[in-house]
């Protein structure tokens, strides 16, 4: 900018390669497009983009949970029931080992209570493979295949342990991801659809119609919400399938979890309403839904992906805590909240910690929602720079 | 500013009428109705056949025959002017008997958590955000994204946990065993004091994670605030400065939200509460819940309800009092 | 020679009618992006009883270099060593301001109670959560000691001083039940309530609409007048320096370029910025005419040389961009920062 004036040529010629490179460097600037700049600022926020890593392999080995885990949800393992996390290792007393093994295991008497337990037997070796054959499966319920990304040739391999009934944690846990996730996805494609609807509605005409929504809201706003959900789960009929629980479940947060998008929407389209653009596009003779939606919304499509992926953790951790408490899905489906549920007991943990990781993915899921939104906020915002955002 | 007290009052009353039909409402979205749930309660395993008519009966006798706004309107009236919540089956009592005490507990339960929460989450945040990016500070960000992250029950868990396992110390009940069915005394109430902490913490821990984030942003906003600068500038010590001017604005959002806050301890009670065994209304509901006991169940989130309503108007007329441009703008 | 060229000099203290005396400030602030000195060697000074204007472009340094007067710089920034900050107090002794310790007591006892500072933003300027006369009885118990009854006579008095109409009820008001206007005039007494020797006004009329901007001005010349206080007037207007300045300091990215007597400045600028400054201007007798910018934008880092020199119509090839230029006597009590008037030295 220094050289614009162009009123000392002598000095425009001595740029130096630097300079140069600084100038195109802010042509591109100026010329990108609103999503390059939204990625460009995005992709400096680290957090950010490690939850982002995070949630993409949750989400991946959840889709493809057939592959990725070495058994199904119901297979039991009799020689290995309530056993501890086996962790793959390289070396051991006997020596190093390229590929990784786990020990075998035998069966003793725990002193204790008298029961029998599986115990890890450091003379014997089990390596473990990879793409191996196991149980057959349909990929995304069509393609067939039978080919896990790991496992062991005789015994069971158990990353995560095996729970009460002989059935291996980890394997479990990433089918739990996908039902957990996608209750959570459908929740938010409802909640945003109602949003959509009632938020613009409220938003555009403004007045009495706004002003008999924000009440409705207010209303529902101001009942707990766990008990709220809880009473209305408590409704499902108890000889629904899972299924019908499942969908029930996903349009109960979609139906609660409006408002506060809605909000939002209303917020922004109250601010945008009186804009010159909006007068123009009415001039035109656009009708109001024309208007909202080609006009007004895509003034904050940035802000509105930032307020879905915020709401993504309340929809996961209202399920955890349905079907932790039993009101919500119920065995033999599995999600986080289910397999929590075996974890209610004070003496369960006490005797099977591992049971309690799960725990570890709804947070780890959570605390990625959580950054990814914030990255993705200071990245929409373009005055985030001068606010210096909290993690910024 | 008696007026603004009397217009906030008449949109209590409102807001509890539209949550009382919700209320109802869901009492009434259960398949099959009261009558057969009772007669099912009641007589199985007994041996007595239970016939059509029997059940007939019993609807009568409730008043299920009448259309729902009949039975609406008996159920409200009875709260409102008997103060009756009705029949509480799974326990062959009124509902007014199972509830008793807990309505009681729940509210101790309630304050503690809240005088926890404020404690803790006012005076951190406004240190973290005077010493930013100080290590205080980035800790306090850990903190809060963990703790909108970590469900209080989880927390309840490895605390029960922890406690099992180290030190061999059962932190759940809200008594020890020699007062559990003692009556009230001094003992007692310091017994129930001192198991109230933990579940107080608990249920603080992401009512406090969300004021932390709160109050230190709004803390941020004061300090860069000109009439700090300009007070900054009249030679006020810095200590009374930010006391007077940015910290005394910071406290308004927490007050402002006080309502949020019971909220959502309300919304986390009933879990943490059955995690830890405390015999208060959340683990109550989620009984009723179980048993489909809808009478006590509704008269619970009633409760519960109402009282947000209640904490939401206490939090306007505070932030009134505080803050004389909310005055002026509600008149 | 060139030291010589200097308004002061910088060995000796403060001559018996100057009040404050800038030399050499400098002032840097820590950024993510690493150093940067947006205040590059400050020097003016201001006689008592008289008013100074700090003129310039926003981003020129003006207002950081009057902060840290008082010690009120944004805590990434600092006063850089070799700065002096030479300030006669009310006992009469001369002190160096920038050796005071940026939160100590010392400094405090400055603010407020010799030099008062009065802000752009009247609004913004009181918390509205206080009423009026809570932040002035604050100031005036802080540096007179008197009781809360006397203060708030005190206040009472200076709020009418200042004009404001009942001023009885005026105390007990919010700022939000104020204009903008009396808001300004209210800081102005919790300013002048202190009966401070030197009154900082940090762009006091920019958001006031015009007739305001006059009586505010008017206010502050008569206050002026009656306190006999010095008073240091920031601003990027130069027609409002015009009307209310003795002398003017032109600023331009971290430098003074032009220090001299408003009224000879005024008439005959030295250095191009200065008229550049003055050409964009409207006036009475060129109505209908155009205005002059001045081209270009305000670079985003320092230049080299002369940093006016790549908005410079008249910057001599090869040497602008070089070399810093020295002050420029044009007479003892007015210099400007310019090669141009080197080479016109030499050459006659």
Same mark, same amino acid.
């Given at each position: 900018?220094?050289?614009?004036?162009?009123?000392?040529?002598?000095?425009?010629?001595?740029?130096?390669?630097?300079?140069?490179?600084?100038?195109?460097?802010?042509?591109?600037?100026?010329?990108?497009?609103?999503?390059?700049?939204?990625?460009?600022?995005?992709?400096?926020?680290?957090?950010?983009?490690?939850?982002?890593?995070?949630?993409?392999?949750?989400?991946?080995?959840?889709?493809?949970?057939?592959?990725?885990?070495?058994?199904?949800?119901?297979?039991?393992?009799?020689?290995?029931?309530?056993?501890?996390?086996?962790?793959?290792?390289?070396?051991?007393?006997?020596?190093?080992?390229?590929?990784?093994?786990?020990?075998?295991?035998?069966?003793?008497?725990?002193?204790?209570?008298?029961?029998?337990?599986?115990?890890?037997?450091?003379?014997?070796?089990?390596?473990?493979?990879?793409?191996?054959?196991?149980?057959?499966?349909?990929?995304?319920?069509?393609?067939?295949?039978?080919?896990?990304?790991?496992?062991?040739?005789?015994?069971?391999?158990?990353?995560?342990?095996?729970?009460?009934?002989?059935?291996?944690?980890?394997?479990?846990?990433?089918?739990?991801?996908?039902?957990?996730?996608?209750?959570?996805?459908?929740?938010?494609?409802?909640?945003?659809?109602?949003?959509?609807?009632?938020?613009?509605?409220?938003?555009?005409?403004?007045?009495?119609?706004?002003?008999?929504?924000?009440?409705?809201?207010?209303?529902?706003?101001?009942?707990?919400?766990?008990?709220?959900?809880?009473?209305?789960?408590?409704?499902?009929?108890?000889?629904?399938?899972?299924?019908?629980?499942?969908?029930?479940?996903? @349009?109960?947060?979609?139906?609660?979890?409006?408002?506060?998008?809605?909000?939002?929407?209303?917020?922004?389209?109250?601010?945008?309403?009186?804009?010159?653009?909006?007068?123009?596009?009415?001039?035109?003779?656009?009708?109001?839904?024309?208007?909202?939606?080609?006009?007004?919304?895509?003034?904050?499509?940035?802000?509105?992906?930032?307020?879905?992926?915020?709401?993504?953790?309340?929809?996961?951790?209202?399920?955890?805590?349905?079907?932790?408490?039993?009101?919500?899905?119920?065995?033999?489906?599995?999600?986080?909240?289910?397999?929590?549920?075996?974890?209610?007991?004070?003496?369960?943990?006490?005797?099977?910690?591992?049971?309690?990781?799960?725990?570890?993915?709804?947070?780890?899921?959570?605390?990625?929602?959580?950054?990814?939104?914030?990255?993705?906020?200071?990245?929409?915002?373009?005055?985030?720079?001068?606010?210096?955002?909290?993690?910024? | 500013?008696?007026?603004?007290?009397?217009?906030?009052?008449?949109?209590?009353?409102?807001?509890?009428?539209?949550?009382?039909?919700?209320?109802?409402?869901?009492?009434?979205?259960?398949?099959?109705?009261?009558?057969?749930?009772?007669?099912?309660?009641?007589?199985?395993?007994?041996?007595?056949?239970?016939?059509?008519?029997?059940?007939?009966?019993?609807?009568?006798?409730?008043?299920?025959?009448?259309?729902?706004?009949?039975?609406?309107?008996?159920?409200?009236?009875?709260?409102?002017?008997?103060?009756?919540?009705?029949?509480?089956?799974?326990?062959?009592?009124?509902?007014?008997?199972?509830?008793?005490?807990?309505?009681?507990?729940?509210?101790?339960?309630?304050?503690?958590?809240?005088?926890?929460?404020?404690?803790?989450?006012?005076?951190?945040?406004?240190?973290?955000?005077?010493?930013?990016?100080?290590?205080?500070?980035?800790?306090?960000?850990?903190?809060?994204?963990?703790?909108?992250?970590?469900?209080?029950?989880?927390?309840?868990?490895?605390?029960?946990?922890?406690?099992?396992?180290?030190?061999?110390?059962?932190?759940?009940?809200?008594?020890?065993?020699?007062?559990?069915?003692?009556?009230?005394?001094?003992?007692?109430?310091?017994?129930?004091?001192?198991?109230?902490?933990?579940?107080?913490?608990?249920?603080?821990?992401?009512?406090?994670?969300?004021?932390?984030?709160?109050?230190?942003?709004?803390?941020?906003?004061?300090?860069?605030?000109?009439?700090?600068?300009?007070?900054?500038?009249?030679?006020?010590?810095?200590?009374?400065?930010?006391?007077?001017?940015?910290?005394?604005?910071?406290?308004?959002?927490?007050?402002?939200?006080?309502?949020?806050?019971?909220?959502?301890?309300?919304?986390?009670?009933?879990?943490?509460?059955?995690?830890?065994?405390?015999?208060?209304?959340?683990?109550?509901?989620?009984?009723?819940?179980?048993?489909?006991?809808?009478?006590?169940?509704?008269?619970?989130?009633?409760?519960?309800?109402?009282?947000?309503?209640?904490?939401?108007?206490?939090?306007?007329?505070?932030?009134?009092?505080?803050?004389?441009?909310?005055?002026?703008?509600?008149? | 020679?060139?030291?010589?060229?200097?308004?002061?000099?910088?060995?000796?203290?403060?001559?018996?009618?100057?009040?404050?005396?800038?030399?050499?400030?400098?002032?840097?602030?820590?950024?993510?992006?690493?150093?940067?000195?947006?205040?590059?060697?400050?020097?003016?000074?201001?006689?008592?009883?008289? @008013?100074?204007?700090?003129?310039?472009?926003?981003?020129?340094?003006?207002?950081?270099?009057?902060?840290?007067?008082?010690?009120?710089?944004?805590?990434?920034?600092?006063?850089?060593?070799?700065?002096?900050?030479?300030?006669?107090?009310?006992?009469?002794?001369?002190?160096?301001?920038?050796?005071?310790?940026?939160?100590?007591?010392?400094?405090?006892?400055?603010?407020?109670?010799?030099?008062?500072?009065?802000?752009?933003?009247?609004?913004?300027?009181?918390?509205?959560?206080?009423?009026?006369?809570?932040?002035?009885?604050?100031?005036?118990?802080?540096?007179?000691?008197?009781?809360?009854?006397?203060?708030?006579?005190?206040?009472?008095?200076?709020?009418?001083?200042?004009?404001?109409?009942?001023?009885?009820?005026?105390?007990?008001?919010?700022?939000?039940?104020?204009?903008?206007?009396?808001?300004?005039?209210?800081?102005?007494?919790?300013?002048?309530?202190?009966?401070?020797?030197?009154?900082?006004?940090?762009?006091?009329?920019?958001?006031?609409?015009?007739?305001?901007?006059?009586?505010?001005?008017?206010?502050?010349?008569?206050?002026?007048?009656?306190?006999?206080?010095?008073?240091?007037?920031?601003?990027?207007?130069?027609?409002?320096?015009?009307?209310?300045?003795?002398?003017?300091?032109?600023?331009?990215?971290?430098?003074?370029?032009?220090?001299?007597? @408003?009224?000879?400045?005024?008439?005959?600028?030295?250095?191009?910025?200065?008229?550049?400054?003055?050409?964009?201007?409207?006036?009475?007798?060129?109505?209908?005419?155009?205005?002059?910018?001045?081209?270009?934008?305000?670079?985003?880092?320092?230049?080299?040389?002369?940093?006016?020199?790549?908005?410079?119509?008249?910057?001599?090839?090869?040497?602008?961009?070089?070399?810093?230029?020295?002050?420029?006597?044009?007479?003892?009590?007015?210099?400007?920062?310019?090669?141009?008037?080197?080479?016109?030295?030499?050459?006659?």
């Amino acid at each position: 900018m220094a050289t614009l004036n162009g009123t000392n040529p002598p000095e425009e010629e001595k740029l130096s390669r630097k300079e140069r490179r600084e100038q195109k460097k802010k042509l591109r600037y100026y010329t990108a497009s609103q999503w390059q700049l939204v990625w460009w600022r995005f992709r400096r926020h680290k957090a950010a983009m490690a939850g982002a890593v995070v949630l993409l392999t949750i989400a991946i080995t959840g889709i493809f949970a057939e592959f990725f885990a070495p058994y199904s949800t119901t297979e039991r393992d009799p020689n290995y029931v309530q056993g501890a996390p086996q962790i793959p290792m390289f070396w051991d007393q006997n020596g190093f080992s390229l590929q990784p093994f786990i020990h075998g295991t035998r069966t003793e008497r725990d002193p204790r209570t008298l029961r029998q337990v599986a115990v890890p037997d450091p003379d014997t070796r089990i390596y473990i493979e990879f793409f191996v054959e196991g149980e057959d499966y349909r990929l995304l319920g069509l393609i067939p295949g039978n080919i896990h990304l790991f496992g062991v040739a005789e015994a069971q391999v158990h990353l995560f342990g095996t729970d009460d009934l002989g059935r291996d944690v980890f394997s479990r846990t990433l089918y739990a991801s996908r039902t957990s996730l996608s209750i959570g996805f459908l929740g938010v494609l409802i909640a945003f659809m109602m949003a959509l609807v009632i938020g613009g509605i409220a938003g555009y005409a403004g007045g009495t119609v706004d002003y008999g929504i924000q009440r409705v809201t207010e209303v529902i706003r101001v009942i707990p919400i766990i008990p709220l959900y809880m009473g209305l789960a408590a409704a499902f009929p108890s000889d629904w399938t899972n299924t019908q629980v499942y969908f029930a479940m996903s @349009t109960l947060f979609g139906l609660i979890g409006w408002p506060t998008l809605a909000r939002r929407i209303r917020g922004h389209l109250l601010t945008q309403r009186h804009e010159d653009y909006v007068l123009a596009a009415q001039l035109a003779g656009a009708k109001p839904r024309r208007i909202i939606a080609k006009h007004m919304l895509p003034s904050f499509t940035s802000y509105i992906i930032v307020d879905l992926v915020i709401s993504f953790p309340y929809m996961i951790l209202s399920e955890t805590a349905l079907s932790f408490i039993g009101l919500g899905l119920r065995p033999p489906s599995v999600s986080w909240g289910v397999m929590l549920q075996d974890a209610q007991n004070i003496r369960t943990i006490e005797q099977m910690p591992w049971l309690f990781l799960p725990a570890a993915f709804v947070v780890i899921a959570v605390l990625a929602f959580t950054v990814l939104g914030d990255g993705l906020r200071d990245a929409a915002d373009p005055y985030s720079v001068s606010k210096g955002g909290s993690n910024g | 500013m008696l007026m603004l007290a009397a217009r906030r009052l008449i949109g209590v009353i409102v807001t509890l009428f539209l949550v009382s039909i919700m209320v109802f409402a869901i009492m009434e979205l259960p398949p099959g109705d009261y009558a057969e749930r009772y007669a099912f309660r009641k007589f199985s395993g007994t041996g007595v056949q239970v016939t059509e008519s029997d059940i007939e009966s019993i609807r009568i006798d409730f008043g299920l025959d009448q259309p729902f706004y009949d039975r609406y309107l008996n159920w409200i009236g009875g709260i409102v002017f008997e103060f009756d919540f009705g029949e509480a089956f799974a326990y062959e009592t009124s509902v007014n008997n199972v509830i008793g005490d807990r309505a009681f507990l729940t509210l101790a339960l309630l304050f503690v958590t809240l005088i926890a929460t404020y404690l803790l989450a006012i005076p951190i945040a406004i240190y973290a955000a005077v010493r930013r990016h100080s290590i205080a500070d980035y800790s306090l960000t850990v903190v809060s994204y963990l703790g909108l992250a970590l469900p209080n029950f989880m927390l309840a868990l490895i605390l029960l946990y922890i406690g099992v396992t180290m030190f061999d110390l059962d932190i759940g009940g809200l008594f020890s065993e020699e007062y559990e069915d003692a009556p009230w005394s001094l003992g007692k109430v310091w017994d129930l004091l001192s198991h109230l902490i933990v579940p107080a913490l608990v249920l603080a821990w992401s009512a406090t994670a969300l004021q932390l984030q709160t109050v230190r942003s709004t803390m941020l906003d004061e300090l860069n605030k000109l009439s700090v600068m300009a007070a900054r500038a009249r030679g006020l010590p810095e200590w009374k400065l930010l006391l007077k001017y940015p910290a005394r604005l910071a406290i308004n959002p927490v007050v402002s939200t006080m309502g949020f806050d019971v909220n959502r301890i309300f919304s986390e009670l009933p879990i943490v509460a059955l995690v830890l065994g405390l015999p208060e209304l959340g683990q109550l509901l989620i009984q009723s819940y179980l048993d489909l006991d809808m009478y006590v169940a509704g008269a619970i989130l009633l409760m519960l309800t109402g009282f947000i309503v209640l904490m939401n108007f206490v939090s306007d007329i505070l932030l009134a009092l505080l803050d004389p441009r909310v005055r002026a703008r509600m008149g | 020679m060139v030291e010589a060229a200097r308004p002061l000099d910088a060995s000796d203290g403060l001559t018996d009618d100057t009040l404050l005396s800038v030399r050499q400030l400098k002032i840097a602030i820590n950024t993510d992006e690493g150093r940067i000195v947006p205040v590059n060697g400050v020097d003016f000074s201001l006689k008592q009883g008289h @008013t100074l204007g700090l003129v310039g472009e926003s981003g020129s340094g003006k207002s950081l270099s009057t902060k840290a007067l008082v010690h009120l710089l944004p805590n990434t920034a600092s006063i850089l060593d070799g700065s002096q900050l030479l300030f006669r107090t009310k006992a009469g002794s001369a002190v160096d301001l920038a050796q005071y310790a940026p939160r100590g007591k010392q400094i405090r006892h400055i603010r407020g109670g010799e030099i008062a500072m009065i802000f752009q933003e009247p609004m913004a300027s009181f918390s509205p959560v206080y009423t009026i006369g809570n932040q002035i009885i604050e100031a005036i118990r802080l540096h007179r000691g008197l009781d809360k009854k006397e203060a708030r006579n005190l206040a009472i008095d200076m709020l009418s001083k200042v004009g404001l109409s009942n001023p009885t009820l005026r105390i007990d008001q919010y700022p939000h039940e104020l204009s903008g206007g009396m808001r300004q005039r209210a800081m102005i007494a919790i300013a002048l309530s202190t009966n401070p020797s030197l009154l900082i006004a940090d762009e006091p009329t920019t958001a006031l609409d015009v007739t305001t901007q006059a009586q505010i001005l008017n206010l502050i010349r008569s206050l002026q007048d009656e306190l006999g206080m010095s008073v240091l007037f920031i601003t990027h207007d130069m027609g409002v320096i015009a009307q209310v300045a003795d002398d003017v300091a032109v600023m331009y990215m971290g430098e003074v370029v032009e220090y001299g007597p @408003t009224r000879q400045v005024v008439r005959q600028p030295q250095h191009p910025y200065t008229r550049g400054l003055l050409a964009a201007i409207p006036s009475i007798d060129h109505v209908g005419g155009r205005l002059t910018p001045i081209g270009g934008d305000l670079p985003t880092t320092r230049p080299d040389g002369c940093p006016f020199h790549t908005r410079c119509a008249e910057a001599i090839p090869g040497r602008c961009a070089r070399e810093a230029p020295q002050t420029v006597p044009v007479d003892p009590t007015w210099w400007a920062r310019c090669h141009l008037l080197e080479q016109r030295e030499t050459a006659s």
